[in-house]
């Protein structure tokens, strides 16, 4: 979470719509430094009424990978069987979640939103942001000869024993392409793609972040043209 004050209660009500149908599930909400308004108040006084939500404060973060990471951390220390990766602020729809579910329930290591799929889609976002989703998946999939259809999606869901995997990883990734970095690394597991509505809450990436993505891109392609391709068995 970062910067969610205006749709904090939007957003965790619809959270807690969901865990009350599937009467299961916790929600680690992690807050760091880059949060400037009253999310981690808000955070902490939902904690407190609701034990289903966790507040992290995690003010160690130097980017978003560490984000995520931590969530990961807190959700395998917890014993959870499944963990289900999300993006607050309404970008990524907690309707969703029972999808999820499903998939992982079905046979599947991992799950990954996918927005280029039939039934998925991108909504309030400009031209710029789909763009750079769309030519990240067409880059990924010829360089690194992965096959999905969304490399770029940040909503997906694993088993345990998968997340313990790739956090064992040196991951490269500091920003966005991160997302793509996983899907790569954990292409030959058992998944499915599952539609998804995102709505972009930004409509620029940083030039840090496109940077990021090439450098790593060019990393992962260059191992493959020696023949050392990486891969999370």
């Not at 904090?8 to 949060?35: C, H, P, W």
């Not at 917890?78 to 579910?101: C, K, T, V, Y």
């Not at 972009?200 to 392609?221: D, G, M, Q, R």
Request: proline share 3%; hydrophobic share 40%.
């Amino acid at each position: 979470m970062a910067n969610e004050e205006n749709e904090f209660d939007e957003y965790t009500a619809a959270l807690a719509a969901e865990l009350d149908k599937i009467q299961s599930g916790r929600v680690y909400m992690v807050i760091d430094n880059v949060t400037k308004d009253r999310t981690l108040e808000m955070a902490r006084a939902l904690s407190a009424r609701d034990d289903r939500f966790v507040t992290i404060w995690a003010p160690e973060n130097r980017n978003i990978v560490h984000a995520y990471l931590r969530g990961y951390r807190e959700a395998l220390a917890n014993g959870h069987d499944i963990i289900i990766e999300m993006d607050a602020g309404l970008s990524h729809d907690p309707r969703a979640i029972p999808m999820f579910l499903r998939v992982l329930n079905e046979g599947n290591e991992c799950a990954f939103g996918s927005r280029f799929i039939n039934g998925g889609s991108i909504y309030k976002s400009n031209f710029k942001r789909t763009f750079l989703s769309k030519i990240g998946t067409y880059l990924s999939n010829i360089l690194l000869g992965s096959t999905m259809q969304d490399m770029t999606s940040g909503y997906q869901g694993f088993h345990a024993n998968v997340v313990a995997e790739f956090m064992a990883y040196p991951l490269k990734s500091t920003a966005h392409f991160y997302q793509t970095e996983l899907r790569y690394l954990l292409r030959k597991k058992r998944f499915a793609e599952i539609p998804i509505h995102y709505r972009a809450p930004s409509p620029s990436v940083s030039e840090n972040a496109i940077k990021n993505s090439l450098s790593t891109l060019w990393h992962y392609f260059k191992l493959r043209l020696a023949g050392k391709a990486a891969l999370i068995e």
